[in-house]
Structure formats: structure tokens, C-alpha cells
């Protein structure tokens, strides 16, 4: 009778907020889990937690540079993803997105493990067309403050794609609307978490611009449900819904004989796989600061208004047609069911 060995993942940026959260359920489901981060805004004490398991392991390495192992899955995670972190050393930023990328997709490529990336809405730009559907190509500003972040990952979602083409690699991609939740850096400079930690010491909730752009909210727990669905898909069935082709010879990547790359298929479905993943619920930045005082109602902070930053998008809404149908996935947690999580969380930080 053989032994069922647990599957093995790796989880680069697995110390920080979204990676804490994967972490643990792929634990909870029996993996044995690598969580790979350098700790520039992960944080070591989130994953304490998992210390005394045998089947976690932490590794202090920074994803540009090259990583070897035997995994069944790699979730790539690495890059920080609020502008007060990622603008703070831009450089950095772009090599996480392109470089980080590459070696996780040479790692999934040299042992035949499937490849989950995060991306994210960002790539959207300030768009055009609401709410944004994967085929939407964008509207973006190439060399604004908030690049090295947006055209990072628009470099590593074609990466991902000419890695799937040309190599066979098997890689998924979420792009990432607005998530919050515990175990967020209470300092990172994300609408949520600023809201929250400013009622919380009684400061004025600082909104930029007049308050009226939009956004949606995702609780942490509802996309690591869509990415787990996403990768426990055959590749058949990936396949079959993003009928995007291969190259003649993938083991060399020389591309002879390409179908067409024409992204805008005639079923509605890119050929690239790529889903959206956030909640169709629309709020203003006002709703939402309105929102925190209300379920903090010990708050003297006011409400204040200053200047929009550049490149801020309007508007931010996930059109999540294609998870529905291929992961029969759709978000359960409201805002308002996730706020007060949230909150519960952040008062565990001292107030200043």
C-alpha cells in the first residue's frame, strides 16, 4: 500500500499579509508549506504562529536571486503592494515584479510545478472602461510614481503568459482588487488600514481628493478561497477555458507555429489565464471612512479633506463574470462583515 505524501508549497512573500493568510490554510489542508520573504515589509511575527509545525519552514531570501527546491506549487506573492512601501525604493520594486517572476517561473519550469501568481488590478490603470474585465488592456501612465509597481507586474503577467506559451509552464494569474483584513501593516498606507488606526488615535481621517472616487473592498479570506480554487483545477480544464495555445517545441521555447494572439477571443474569455478577484461592492473613499467611525463611535476624529495624489484612480470595480464561471466562486464576506474583523485586529497595536 504506498504512503500519500502531502504536496509541497512554496509561498514567496509568505510573511506578509496575504501570505500569512495562504499559508495557514494550505497548512490547515495538509501541505507541507516553504514560506520564502526577505522581510521588507513582511513581518517574521505573522507567521510565528506556524513555528511549531513540522510541515512549515520559513527561508529569510530575497526572490531576485534564485531558488531551488521540489514543489508541487509556487504562489508568488513577493512584492509589496502599497504605494508607502513600494514607492520607497521603486528599483527594488521592479526587480521583485520582473526578476522574482522570472526565477519562479525558471523554478516551475525546471521541475514541472504549477504556478499561481498574484497581480493585480493595477494594471488596469486609471481605467476607462468600469467595471474592468479581464480583456480591458488598460490605461496607464509608464513613468508616473506609481509605475514600478503597475508596469512591474504588467512586465510579470507576460512574463507568466510567454512562460505558459513557450515552455508548457503551468501558470495561473489573479489580479487583485482592493483586499483587506488582519494582519495588514497597520503603516502601509492603504485607504483601510489608515482609516482604521487614525480613528483609532483620534486623528482626522485624512481623504484625498473630494472623497467621491471608488473602490472594492475584499476580505482577505475570500481570495485565498479563489486562489485555492484556481489551483486545484486540472490544467484541462485551464486549458479548455483559455484556449490560448502552445508553442510547436515548448521544451526550447522557440515559437515556429503560434496560433493567434489575438486576446480578445469570440466566447468573451481571455486566452491568457487571468481572473479578477475582488468584491463587486462599490464604495466611495467617503462611504468607507463614514463607515469606520461608525463602528467606532468612540472616535472624536472629523473627517478632512487634501489634495488627490497623481495617478490615483477614480474608479475600481471587478467585473467577476469568469470566476463565477470557472470556479463557481463569488466573494461572502460584506464590508461590513469584514470591517469590524479588521478593526478587532488593529487594536491590538499600541495607539500613539
Not at 509561498?11 to 489542508?29: D, N, Q, S, Y
Not at 488592456?137 to 509597481?149: A, D, E, F, K, L
Not at 492603504?190 to 488606526?197: D, L, T, Y
Request: charged share 20%; glycine share 8%.
Amino acid at each position: 500500500m504506498s504512503i500519500k505524501l502531502p504536496l509541497k508549497a512554496l509561498v514567496t512573500g509568505g510573511a506578509g499579509f496575504l501570505g500569512t493568510h495562504l499559508c495557514r490554510r494550505l497548512l490547515e489542508e495538509g501541505y507541507e508549506v516553504t514560506c520564502l520573504d526577505n522581510l521588507f515589509t513582511g513581518m517574521k511575527s505573522h507567521i510565528e504562529q506556524f513555528a511549531d509545525n513540522p510541515r512549515f519552514s520559513f527561508v529569510q531570501h530575497d526572490i531576485t536571486q534564485p531558488y531551488r527546491g521540489q514543489f508541487d506549487e509556487i504562489y508568488n506573492l513577493a512584492c509589496p503592494a502599497s504605494p508607502i512601501h513600494y514607492q520607497r525604493n521603486p528599483l527594488e520594486t521592479l526587480w521583485t515584479s520582473i526578476y522574482g517572476m522570472r526565477n519562479c517561473l525558471d523554478l516551475a519550469r525546471d521541475t514541472g510545478a504549477k504556478v499561481l501568481h498574484a497581480s493585480t488590478s493595477e494594471i488596469y490603470g486609471d481605467p476607462m472602461v468600469h467595471p474592468q474585465v479581464e480583456s480591458y488592456w488598460g490605461n496607464v501612465n509608464t513613468i508616473g510614481i506609481r509605475s514600478c509597481y503597475d508596469e512591474g507586474k504588467r512586465v510579470a503577467e507576460t512574463m507568466a503568459t510567454e512562460y505558459r506559451r513557450c515552455h508548457g509552464v503551468d501558470v495561473r494569474m489573479v489580479r487583485i482588487f482592493n483586499t483587506y483584513g488582519p494582519y495588514m501593516h497597520p503603516q502601509d498606507g492603504r485607504v483601510i488600514s489608515n482609516f482604521i488606526m487614525q480613528a483609532l488615535n483620534n486623528e482626522n481621517i485624512t481623504i484625498y481628493g473630494d472623497g467621491s472616487q471608488t473602490r472594492s473592498f475584499q476580505y482577505c479570506d475570500d481570495l485565498i478561497e479563489a486562489m485555492r480554487r484556481f489551483m486545484t483545477l486540472p490544467k484541462s480544464a485551464v486549458d479548455a477555458f483559455f484556449p490560448m495555445g502552445y508553442c510547436d517545441n515548448h521544451n526550447v521555447g522557440v515559437c515556429t507555429n503560434l496560433p493567434s494572439r489575438e486576446s480578445r477571443p469570440a466566447n468573451g474569455h481571455p486566452r491568457v489565464p487571468v481572473l479578477n478577484t475582488g468584491n463587486p461592492g462599490e464604495y466611495t473613499i467617503k462611504e468607507l471612512a463614514e463607515a469606520v467611525l461608525k463602528l467606532l463611535p468612540e472616535s472624536t476624529s472629523k473627517i478632512i479633506y487634501e489634495p488627490l495624489p497623481g495617478d490615483d484612480p477614480k474608479k475600481r470595480k471587478p467585473d467577476i463574470t469568469l470566476a463565477k464561471e470557472l470556479l463557481g466562486w463569488e466573494p461572502k464576506v460584506s464590508l461590513l462583515e469584514g470591517l469590524p474583523k479588521t478593526i478587532d485586529y488593529f487594536k491590538k497595536f499600541p495607539l500613539v
